[in-house]
Nanobody, 120 residues
Framework: QVQLVESGGGLVQAGGSLRLSCKASGSIFSINAMGWYRQAPGKQRELVAAITSGGSTNYADSVKGRFTISRDNAKNTVYLQMNSLKPEDTAVYFC??????????????WGQGTQVTVSS
């Protein structure tokens, strides 16, 4: 079994910062891409940022220059540093990992989500 456990969400004022963490654990052989998605009420889940095992990154246009994704491969952990937060960043943030298990299955896993609320 594989688990993704997120932490770091919360309530912050506009212009503030938060750092999200997501640690993958369990029967993992290797992790390919890891990413963060978000879903606001009444909206579809959208990609916020992603990072490959080699460190290549991809960001949604709405967060470029404000958010930074990084990962620690030794710890199977991905981070999302969010600066200059805006009320429109309010959403549930989900961690995603594309990984290979110890039984050689390639599977997409999701965390349980962490709430980020930005007040104006």
């Amino acid at each position: 079994q594989v688990q993704l456990v997120e932490s770091g969400g919360g309530l912050v004022q506009a212009g503030g910062s938060l750092r999200l963490s997501c640690k993958a654990s369990g029967s993992i052989f290797s992790i390919n891409a890891m990413g963060w998605y978000r879903q606001a009420p009444g909206k579809q889940r959208e990609l916020v940022a992603a990072i490959t095992s080699g460190g290549s990154t991809n960001y949604a246009d709405s967060v470029k220059g404000r958010f930074t994704i990084s990962r620690d491969n030794a710890k199977n952990t991905v981070y999302l540093q969010m600066n200059s937060l805006k009320p429109e960043d309010t959403a549930v943030y989900f961690c995603n990992a594309d990984l290979v298990t110890l039984t050689w299955a390639t599977v997409d896993y999701w965390g349980q989500g962490t709430q980020v609320t930005v007040s104006s």
